[in-house]
Structures are given as structure tokens and as C-alpha cells.
């Protein structure tokens, strides 16, 4: 049965960093699509990162795009989301993801089989 596991939220100050690790099970993470969402109260879930399988090709949103970095380490199976220069608005529960089946590019649309159980980061200003 594949389990994601993310850790690594909590609160921080505006501007500052956190980085968000997902540990995968049953799955081999650099076999698949990955990404991290994310989810604000009362708000749609939203892509905020992907990682291809292979080469590695990294996808953004807009909104973190130059703040946040998305990597895998293929010998630990696990995701990482490296978030600086955080904002308020970053606020929200962080999910990981894997194994896209969408038809949407880039991926970072919810159809995604798998799903961790998330993390929350609040960040204050």
C-alpha cells in the first residue's frame, strides 16, 4: 500500500524558511510524477510544485515561483519542498502527491492517484 508522509511544517515569521520533506512507501518516488499542493482555508487546493520522473524537469506555480524549490532524493525515496522568503499568504495545509494521471500540463492539476495526509505551515507577518 503506498504511503506519503510529510513533516516539516510549523510557524514561522514572514520572510522566513521551512522545508517540507515527504517520505514515500511502496512506491519508487523517481518512477512518477511528484508535487506538492497546498490548501488554504476555504480555498480551492492548489499545485505549487512538481518533479518529473527521469531527468528531474521541475514545474512552478506563479505565485512561489523563485522562492520555493522542489527536489528528490532517489536514494531515500523521499520529496523535499525547500520554501524561502515565505508570506502570510503561504499560510495553508501542504500535501504531497504522486503518480500524475492527468491530461493538464504542466502537472500540477489534483489528478494525482496518491496523497499524504499533509502538513500545515503558518507563516505570520
Known amino acids: 500500500q503506498v504511503q506519503l508522509v510529510e513533516s516539516g511544517g510549523g510557524s514561522v515569521q514572514a520572510g522566513g524558511s521551512l522545508r517540507l520533506t515527504c517520505a514515500a512507501s511502496e512506491l519508487t518516488s523517481s518512477m512518477y510524477f511528484m508535487a506538492w499542493f497546498r490548501q488554504a482555508p476555504g480555498k480551492e487546493r492548489e499545485g505549487v510544485a512538481a518533479?518529473?520522473?527521469?531527468?528531474?524537469?521541475?514545474f512552478y506555480a506563479d505565485s512561489v515561483s523563485g522562492r520555493f524549490t522542489i527536489s528528490r532524493d532517489n536514494a531515500l525515496n523521499t520529496l523535499y519542498l525547500q520554501m524561502n522568503s515565505l508570506k502570510p499568504e503561504d499560510t495553508a495545509m501542504y500535501y504531497c502527491?504522486?503518480?500524475?494521471?492527468?491530461?493538464?500540463?504542466?502537472?500540477?492539476?489534483?489528478?494525482?492517484?496518491?496523497w499524504g495526509q499533509g502538513t500545515q505551515v503558518t507563516v505570520s507577518s
Open positions: 502527491a504522486a503518480d500524475f494521471r492527468g491530461s493538464s500540463w504542466p502537472p500540477l492539476t489534483v489528478e494525482y492517484n496518491y
Open positions: 518533479i518529473s520522473p527521469g531527468s528531474g524537469r521541475t
